[in-house]
Every structure is written in C-alpha cells, then in structure tokens.
C-alpha cells in the first residue's frame, strides 16, 4: 500500500463535566509523519475503549498525565505494520500498542509489541491476553493475597476487568465467587461464567445482598471496580484480615460532589482489614508469568470472555460513553477496519 498522506484521529475538544458527551470529542484529520530509524507505521483494526479514560480528560494530577484539548486521545490498540525502519518488526505483524482512537500511528517499535494471533485472537490482547487480563490476575494474586479458599466479591463483575477477576479466582482455588451486576442479564451472563452467585445491585440496597450472597462464611476478599456503596458493603462483610484490591471507582469518576462513602471505614481497624489502591501498570515485570497463566486457562476453558464491539472510528467516543454507563458485557472494543 501507499503512505497515507493523513490519517483520521479523535480529539479531546473540551474536557467533560460530570458525564462525557459527544460534544466533548472531535472526529479530525492529521498528516502522518515519514519514518525516523527505529519506528513504525500501524494500521490500527481495533482498539480498546477503558473506564481510566474518564479520569485522564480531567486537567488533574494522577498517575498518568491528563489528555490535552485539541490533542488525540490515547489507549490500547491493536494493528497491522504496513512500514518498518526497525529490524525487529516488519510488513504483516499485528502488534499491540497504545495510540488507538486514530487510524495510522507511528511509533517507536520498542514500542509496538508483536503478539501471536495462533494464541488468542489479535481483540483478546486488548482484553484477556492484555492488560485487562494482567489487572485482574495482578489484583487477586499480587495485591489482594489470593489464597485458595478466599472467598471472592467482584463488583462491576460483567466488565472486562471484572469478569476475568472472578473466573481466575474461581481456577485459582476459591471456595466461592460473587459478582455484581447493573441488569439481570449480565446477573445471568456470570452465573454462566461460573460465578457462584451474583446481584443486581438496582434490585435493593448492596450491602443486604451481598450479606444474602456471602452467608454466614462472609468473604475474604474484594475486588473493588466500583468504590462507594459497594466499597462500604464489602467492609460490612468481609471477614477478619480481609484484603481489599482497589482496582476502580466507577461510581465517582462522573461525580460532580465528593462521595461520602463509605461511612463504615471504622470496622477496618477492628477487622484488622489491608484495603490497597492499585495500577496495572505496577505489575508489567509479572507480564509474561501471566500471560503464559492466562493462554493455558483459555485453552482450557477455564476462562472465557466477552466483548462488545462497536464498528467505526467516528462512533468510538459513543461507545465510550455507553461504557460509562454499562452498555457492555466483557470488553468494549471498536473496530476500525
């Protein structure tokens, strides 16, 4: 194929307040820079649409620095190397990297890894095979202590990082998996997934039905996507030395006021309860350990996954908004050819 002269890339054109909006997002065209020695130009076929996201349009000090207005969003993204000026990479090799929301990019190759379609198809290493996949193995196992017999809530449990939480735990050992869920059909979606039972939290208050779900033996621990009341619902019923691994906090990332949750923080000293924020990104030495997990429990059937798709560049920032608001079930993934 022929240089692309440009190349389709969607903007941050205002920084969102409260819940994103199709306004805060521009479709644009930018030219495709020529080649330096040891890059490579991708031709990206799907990309990943992440929670995190949400946090990196606020102008806010974290962990990874906040997208610019007027500038192209970034995030994990899957392609096809149709030019290389590096030795290691070369025409045809589908590499994962993390300037999506655009249809070419030109990168550094260290920067572009080769990844094995043989394996899992090239959208599992977006979710499964990926950093989806690591966060939750990272966060059972590494921060949250995962020992066999634990037993295991998982809130936002039909999401991607959610769903493989409580199906590694479940071929890990764990005596019992609990998932909450936004509707009845992601509730019957991870009883099918070997959850050993799940809640939608609109049907009543999180904590009564988790108590219900957990019986008498409680739980030991919490994977926590959600904070707020779910966050104050797990402390109530965690059992003494519970370990929390606080993955996310969908619940406030469009808040405009300061959540009071949880309201209960006191029974943490008494349980004598270890509650640990985290990021994927902490755990990349542990990336091939997983992965080599992750690839025997597919072929296995241990684990399996979801994914949603949505088709086009232009309709990404919707299928972004619709994941902030559960449209998903498993991975919200967008293809772009």
Partial sequence: MSYPAASREIQLASRPEGWPAEENFRLAEAGVPALEDGQVLVRNTLMSVDPYMRG???DAKSYVPPFQVDAPLEGGAVGEVVESRAGTHKPGDTVLHNLGWRDYAVLDAKRARVIDTTIAPASAYLGAMGLTGLTAWAGLTKVADFREGDAVFVSGAAGAVGSMAG???????ARRIIGSAGSDEKVR????????????????????QLKEAAGADGIDVYFDNVGGDHL???????NKYGR?????????YN???PQSAPRNLFQAIGKELTLKGFIASSYNQYAGEFASLMAGWLQDGSVRYDETFVDGLENAPQAFIDLMKGANTGKMIVRLA
């Fill in 56 to 58: 990196r349009m606020n």
């Fill in 167 to 173: 199906q590694i735990a479940k071929a890990l050992g």
């Fill in 189 to 208: 979606r991870l009883r099918e997934l070997g959850f050993d039972a799940a809640f939608n939290y609109h049907d009543g208050p999180v904590k009564e």
């Fill in 255 to 257: 808040s405009t006021e």
């Fill in 244 to 252: 929390v691994a606080m993955c996310g906090a969908i619940s406030a």
């Fill in 232 to 238: 104050e619902a797990a402390i109530s019923v965690l």
